[in-house]
C-alpha cells in the first residue's frame, strides 16, 4: 500500500513538473488611447520585432479578445445567444496554449514552437512572438457565426494594438489542418483564423 502510494505521489508531482501552465496577471481594463483614435489608428503591419510582450501586456491583450467583463460572466465580444463557443489559442516560441479566461491562465497544449504552422508563405510569423489562432466547433447554424465571433476578436485586439504601441496582421494564409492536428483539435472544432502581433522593429 505504501509503495502505491509513494508511487501516485511521484506520477503526480512528474505531471505537475511536467505541465507548464502560464499565469497570467489580472487584466488592466483602463487606460490606452481614446476610442476614436485608436479606431483611426489600427493599421495591418508586416514587421514585428522579435521582442517578447510583457506578461502584463499579454494579459491586457488576451482579455480584450476574449476575457470576461461583467460580474455574470459575459465577455468582451459579443457571441450568438451567448454561447460563448469560441476559444483562442496561443502561439508563442516555447509551446502553445489555449488562453483561459475563467482562471485568467495559458494552459500548456504542447512544448512545439507551431508558428511555422501558422506562417505559410510568410516568414515574419515564425519570428513574430505572438500568434493567436482562433477556433470554434463547426458552424451548424448557416450563418458563419464563428467566423463572426473571430471577427469580433481580432477586432479588439487590433484596437488594442493600435492604442499600446503594437504591430499586428489578422492572416488567413494558415495551414489550417496542420494547425487543427497540433493543437488537438477534435473533428467537431475548426480554426477559423489567426493573428499575429508584436512590437514594432
Ligand atoms: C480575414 C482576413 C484575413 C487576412 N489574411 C491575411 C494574410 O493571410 N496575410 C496578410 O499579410 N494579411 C492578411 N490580412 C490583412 C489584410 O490584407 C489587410 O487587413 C488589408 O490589406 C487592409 O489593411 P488594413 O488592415 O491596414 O486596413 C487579412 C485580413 C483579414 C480581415
Given at each position: 500500500m505504501k509503495k502505491i502510494l509513494l508511487l501516485t505521489f511521484f506520477c503526480l508531482s512528474y505531471a505537475t513538473a511536467q505541465a507548464k501552465d502560464i499565469a497570467l496577471?489580472?487584466?488592466?481594463?483602463?487606460?490606452?488611447?481614446?476610442?476614436?483614435?485608436?479606431?483611426?489608428?489600427?493599421?495591418?503591419?508586416?514587421e514585428f520585432s522579435p521582442r517578447r510582450l510583457e506578461t502584463q501586456t499579454l494579459?491586457?491583450?488576451?482579455?480584450?479578445?476574449?476575457?470576461?467583463?461583467?460580474?455574470?460572466?459575459?465577455?468582451?465580444?459579443?457571441?450568438?445567444?451567448?454561447?460563448?463557443?469560441?476559444d483562442v489559442y496561443v502561439l508563442l516560441d516555447d509551446g502553445s496554449y489555449i488562453y483561459d479566461a475563467q482562471n485568467n491562465q495559458l494552459r500548456q497544449i504542447g512544448d512545439k514552437d507551431l508558428r511555422p504552422l501558422a506562417a505559410t508563405s510568410q516568414n515574419f510569423v515564425k519570428t513574430a512572438p505572438l500568434t493567436l489562432v482562433?477556433?470554434?466547433?463547426?458552424?451548424?447554424?448557416?450563418?458563419?457565426?464563428?467566423?463572426?465571433?473571430?471577427?469580433?476578436?481580432?477586432?479588439?485586439?487590433?484596437?488594442?494594438?493600435?492604442?499600446?504601441?503594437?504591430?499586428?496582421?489578422?492572416?488567413g494564409l494558415i495551414d489550417y489542418d496542420a494547425l487543427h492536428e497540433a493543437l488537438g483539435l477534435s473533428a467537431e472544432q475548426e480554426v477559423i483564423t489567426s493573428q499575429t502581433i508584436g512590437y514594432p522593429q
Open positions: 496577471p489580472r487584466p488592466e481594463t483602463s487606460g490606452g488611447m481614446p476610442l476614436m483614435e485608436a479606431v483611426a489608428a489600427r493599421r495591418t503591419h508586416r494579459s491586457n491583450l488576451l482579455w480584450t479578445a476574449w476575457g470576461i467583463s461583467s460580474t455574470d460572466g459575459k465577455r468582451t465580444i459579443p457571441t450568438a445567444r451567448n454561447q460563448q463557443n469560441f482562433f477556433v470554434a466547433p463547426k458552424d451548424t447554424s448557416g450563418h458563419n457565426y464563428a467566423a463572426l465571433h473571430a471577427g469580433s476578436a481580432y477586432q479588439n485586439v487590433g484596437l488594442f494594438c493600435a492604442a499600446f504601441g503594437l504591430n499586428n496582421v489578422v492572416r
